[in-house]
């Protein structure tokens, strides 16, 4: 992804008694703002929509999805100016712009995908029609987060200040804990357990931290995720 998209501010991570890939188990935070998989792949959706601009191959979806349920519980129409993105925050409104002739739509995000090499926004037919690529099925665009609504406005938020953590596995025994938290602090120099209830049973969270601004803490995932430590995402405290 552009280094321009905000990593996921998330809560907990979950797994049982080793450090792994799974996606995170969250109390707060809504359900499609989890890590997913799809075809082998993890995406981890943002946390914010601030910033965000992407260029790549718009497609769109139409009858065959009409009437079905959407990534965030909606049902799909494809008359309403909607569409999906793999990462972007729900009801986010997004600007759509042709590269080659400039036509523009705004849609709100409300579903996952498309999942298909080089497409980075699937447009309801209506959308897709007001850009005129109803025929022609896909074509380059450039988006542009515009926020989300509150009341009659568009706000966009900044999550990059502030003081974070790197969560880098979460335990049922609180040794592999124990163990994870000696090797990250001899490699990153602070470490901490921090302990989770959750259905009768006990987690522990293994953290990086704390680390002063969102840059930092973005560099500490890159290193911990080429060292192959599981899912590593951002918390901010």
Known sequence: MQDKLLLM???ILFSCGC???SPPEYKVRKGTQKPYKIDGKWYTPVASSYGFEETGLASWYGRDFHGKKTSNGEVYDMYAMTAAHKTL???TYVKVTRLDDGRETVVR??????FVRERIIDLSYSAAKEIGIEDLGT???KIVALGSKKGDHLVKSDYRSGSFFVQVGAFTVRDNALKLKRDLTKEFGSALITNFHHEGRRFYRVRIGPLNGFAKAEKIIR???GRGLGAPFLVRE
């Open 89 to 91: 925050p729900m009801n």
């Open 139 to 141: 074509t380059r665009v």
């Open 19 to 21: 450090a792994s890939a």
């Open 109 to 114: 995000i409300n579903d996952r995908g498309p």
């Open 223 to 225: 290193l911990v995720a």
């Open 9 to 11: 501010i998330a809560l």
